[in-house]
């Protein structure tokens, strides 16, 4: 085995073992506080984490369950099940930090879409003005939520939903028809 086979084995042997080590937080007794634009956390055993990001590991299949809690670093601290369980000043916390980060700009009207090297530019207009963005994999990055209904990721993580496709002019639903 090659060196370079061997480092990939143990990445992989170490990303596996990562996995395993999936920390519940307490939800009794967890505390988040804010400070400005920066969220903390205080566990029940006194560790504190300064600045840290929280995701909802199912956003689409279980958007009011099981939050990922990471440190300033990207690390994941630890993933929290029920939001309900959590005292209601560190619930408002929560909310307002996953409002931050899961802002959602709804597609009024697509303007013009570009296709190359395998991502696709888009320019729309939406309830908060124009925009350009871009998105990759769109089999991936372009989810229908509903009969009508698409939720897009561009590739800084930002969500733009299609809330009825119908309900689009006729020059945005051809674009939609050619590239979703």
Known sequence: MSDKQEKTVLEETMSLADASQLCYLDDLNMRLSRTGDRFDLVLCDGRRFENVNVRKAFPLSHPNNYFSFRDAKKKEIGVLCDMDRIDKNSRELLQSALERGYLIA????????????????WEVETDRGPCKFTTRDLRENAVRTGVNQYLMIDVEENRFEIEDITKLDAASQAWLDRYL
């Open 106 to 121: 709804i597609i009024k009207r697509i303007v013009k879409v570009n296709e190359r090297f395998g991502t696709v530019d």
